[in-house]
């Protein structure tokens, strides 16, 4: 079964900079993409960026393009998000999640496996 660990949360000020990793364990020949989720109190949760762990192709939403960068360590089993020029409304619980197809990734309905999430928060 899959196993995703997220680490790197945390208290930053606005324009600030924070890396996410979620490590992950027993992936099958079924899961392709890896992404980050993120959900503010109040509010849906929302792709954020994901990879496809065949050939390293990138989705990113409109509101971090620019900022946010994904990446992925092969022999570590990593996933990062470097998140560069940190605003308040960047403020949510974010999510590692895995899934079958990096053309659903940005969904979370295309996702099948979850972390547990970890807390950022951007001070203004």
């Known amino acids: 079964e899959v196993h995703l660990v997220e680490s790197g949360g945390g208290l930053v000020q606005a324009g600030g900079s924070l890396r996410l990793s979620c490590a992950a364990s027993g992936f099958t020949f079924d899961v392709d993409a890896i992404g980050w989720f993120r959900q503010a109190p109040g509010k849906e949760r929302e792709g954020v960026s994901c990879i496809s762990r065949s050939d390293g192709s990138a989705y990113y939403a409109d509101s971090v393009k620019g900022r946010f960068t994904i990446s992925r360590d092969k022999a570590k089993n990593t996933v990062y998000l470097q998140m560069d020029s940190l605003k308040p409304e960047d403020t949510a619980v974010y999510y590692c999640?895995?899934?079958?197809?990096?053309?659903?990734?940005?969904?979370?309905?295309?996702?099948?496996?979850w972390g547990k999430g970890t807390l950022v928060t951007v001070s203004s």
């Open positions: 999640a895995a899934g079958a197809s990096y053309y659903t990734c940005h969904r979370p309905r295309g996702m099948r496996y």
